[in-house]
């Protein structure tokens, strides 16, 4: 059975990046972070206080190249 995504904050999920070898490349209004992977994945993470949206989530997993379930691995 497929487990749901949490909800998270940007800030938790830049955690999560960070402990997996990505690095920040710049920061605006979204933080866009890079990986030492060949090709480098970028993924870009609007930066505020709220919860991400599950569709916003799932697209910053897809841009670090993992599925979900890896990432729920991660957390």
Known sequence: MKRRLPSLKPAEVI?????????????TKHRTYV??????????IP?????????TLRSIIRQAGW????FLERI
């Not at 999560?16 to 490349?25: A, N, T, Y």
């Open 47 to 55: 930066y505020h206080q709220r919860d991400l949206k599950p569709k």
């Open 35 to 44: 990986d030492s992977a060949s090709p480098p994945h970028l993924v870009q």
């Open 15 to 27: 955690r999560v990046l960070e402990r997996h070898g990505f690095r920040l490349l710049r920061s």
């Open 67 to 70: 599925t979900e379930a890896e």
